[in-house]
């Protein structure tokens, strides 16, 4: 029980219970900080929760503004409909295409919005997927229908739709093409099978042969002509090696070729198609000469599958082309002849003269002779005036004009000594000239041939031209068939000769110029042959090595001199014919000859690899 002191009063010390309130109290206040500081901590605590929660508030705001930013993005159409069907949201394209309100669309049923008209349509927007056409919008869409689930029960759906039109209107082309395409795959095939039949049967029948082998060199196809080239049928030889069925020779050696494969296409390093001439046997003995050209079939990777072979009986080609180059010659010999004959006639008719001058200068010494031994004679058995002697033998010399005679005879002596040096150079050079040295290449001296032919051709250039010459001394001497290359150079030169003096009639000073000149270019030696005569027009340019091609008048030409000098530089001696001209100014042939033999070079090669 408490016991109430009066106001003012203190109450009686008493240590004891004095001390046990303060310690109440002490404890009170102990109690009271504690609580202080837990309902600080609580309230931090309340505070931090929050924070927290604005901050979640604030990141679902934003989530929630980023999701419908992106609905509202997104280019095909989504729809939200409840669990009746109602649309309760939807994003702008679904606005825009619709053309409408999204308050007008909010509450209406989605089968209403896309069918207004009605009808069986309910499965178009409860199926997973279907490609559907609206008749509110124009074209086709596709629309994917998923249910929207919470905790296991659905409560509405979303639709997707998304306009395909451009899409179905791709593949309806795609099947059209593709239907085009098959039709035309259809018949290619039938034309490829009609192609392959033709070409079968041509194969069989054109006139060139034709042989086919497989990497290995077996025979694999050979038509009717190789089988007529051959002499055997292709029965016989399909599946055995061409190295075989071929027997052939070098053209120049006669050797057997023991390995026709590796020479037709010229194997040196990497496999090229290649042209040649060679000499084949036939079973019956009878040598043939057959042109080939050959090359490697490869497939699209540029793998090697084959070979295919080309052959061609030229034997009487071969004879034609000879009788030709003979006839070339003798033709131009022919247009030589009357020139070269009066080339010699001129040194022979002073000759001629010469002689008989000098035969009566022969006849006027002997009788001087005569006449000094007689009055000798005579002076000495009658001892008589030597005086008188001397003076008998003056008027004697002056009566045969014998001092004439002294002064003339060296004259004669010598010029008849140039023209039988003349004579002799120009039958040299026509014997050289006329000469055949068959057909092997042989180092030859082409300044001497070049001297040589312009000696013989002297007649067709002297009265219209004047002909100069620069020969380089240095030149080395070049592997050829020097007859063909006279040939050549003689056909140029009438050529040139024959285009000065048309220019001189059409009015252009005489005489013209022709000039030669050699040196040596690289591993070539290039000839130049030019002249200041007509020209050539630029469209006959390309023409001029044609055959029987000619712009002289009828009976001045054949057409066959540069076509022959064509074939002869650039076929026989794989060298080139070049030409430069200037209607109305002149013309020069280039002509570049290898020297050495590149034949000859390559077998060399061949026997290596």
């Excluded at 609580?42 to 930013?69: P, S, T, V």
């Excluded at 409909?81 to 308050?103: A, P």
């Excluded at 007689?374 to 004697?396: D, P, S």
Aim: charged content about 25%.
């Amino acid at each position: 029980m408490d016991t109430h002191y009066p106001t003012g009063q203190e109450p009686p010390e008493t240590a004891e219970p004095c001390s046990e309130h303060e310690q109440t109290i002490q404890h009170l206040k102990e109690q009271l900080a504690s609580l202080e500081k837990e309902l600080l901590s609580q309230k931090a605590l309340l505070d931090q929760q929050i924070a927290e929660h604005k901050r979640i508030e604030l990141a679902i705001e934003r989530g929630k503004r980023e999701w419908e930013a992106t609905f509202d993005a997104v280019l095909d159409m989504i729809i939200l409909t409840d669990e009746s069907g109602k649309i309760v949201r939807c994003n702008r394209t679904t606005i825009r295409r619709l053309n409408t309100t999204y308050q007008s669309l909010i509450g209406t049923p989605i089968t209403k919005a896309f069918f207004p008209n009605g009808g069986d349509i309910n499965e178009v927007f409860e199926t997973t997927f279907a490609e559907v056409q609206f008749p509110v919008l124009d074209g086709w869409f596709s629309i994917a229908n998923c249910q929207v689930m919470l905790k296991d029960a659905p409560f509405g759906v979303v639709h997707v739709i998304k306009d395909v039109t451009e899409r179905r209107l791709i593949q309806e082309e795609l099947c059209k093409m593709n239907d085009e395409l098959e039709e035309r795959v259809r018949q290619r095939s039938l034309e490829l099978q009609q192609e392959k039949e033709t070409l079968a049967i041509t194969l069989l029948s054109i006139g060139d042969g034709v042989i086919s082998t497989d990497q290995d060199g077996i025979i694999v196809l050979m038509n009717n002509a190789a089988e007529k080239i051959i002499g055997k049928p292709q029965s016989e030889v399909v599946g055995k090696s061409l190295n075989d069925v071929l027997i052939l020779r070098d053209e120049k050696t006669n050797e057997v070729i023991e390995n026709p494969i590796a020479r037709l296409l010229r194997v040196s390093g990497k496999l090229e198609s290649n042209v040649g001439q060679y000499i084949m046997l036939e079973d019956g003995g009878r040598k043939l000469i057959i042109s080939t050209s050959s090359a490697p079939v490869r497939n699209r990777e540029g793998g090697l599958v084959g070979y295919v072979m080309v052959i061609n009986d030229i034997t009487e080609q071969k004879r034609l082309e000879e009788q030709m180059a003979l006839s070339q010659k003798l033709e131009s010999i022919g247009q030589l002849a009357s020139g070269i004959a009066h080339e010699i006639n001129t040194p022979l008719q002073y000759v001629g003269d010469n002689t008989h001058f000098l035969k009566d200068a022969f006849n006027a010494i002997r009788e001087m002779v005569e006449k000094h031994e007689e009055i000798t004679r005579e002076e000495y058995q009658q001892k008589g005036n030597l005086e008188a002697a001397l003076e008998r033998l003056q008027q004697i010399r002056q009566e045969i004009d014998l001092d004439y005679y002294i002064a003339e005879i060296p004259i004669a002596l010598q010029q008849s000594l140039e023209g039988i040096e003349r004579v002799r150079k120009i039958v040299l050079a026509m014997k050289s000239f006329a000469h055949t040295a068959g057909k092997e290449k042989l180092p030859a001296n082409i300044n001497q041939a070049i001297e040589t032919t312009i000696t013989i051709s002297r007649n067709a250039w002297k009265y219209v031209a004047e002909l100069s010459t620069d020969l380089d001394p240095n030149l080395p001497p070049v592997c050829c068939v020097v007859d063909e290359i006279n040939q050549v150079i003689l056909n140029m030169i009438i050529n040139a000769a024959q285009a000065i003096q048309e220019a001189i009639e059409k009015g252009k000073p005489s005489p013209g110029k022709i000039s030669i000149a050699t040196r040596k270019d690289g591993d070539h030696a290039l000839i130049e042959i030019s002249d200041t005569g007509t020209g050539i027009a630029p469209e006959n340019l390309r023409r001029i090595f044609d055959p029987f091609f000619t712009t002289k008048g009828v009976g001045k030409g054949t057409g066959q001199g540069l076509a022959l000098a064509h074939n002869i530089i650039v076929n026989q001696h794989k060298g080139s014919i070049h030409v430069e001209s200037q209607l109305g100014e002149g013309t020069t042939f280039y002509v570049r000859l290898p020297i050495n033999d590149p034949d000859a070079s390559l077998e060399g090669r061949e026997e290596e690899n």
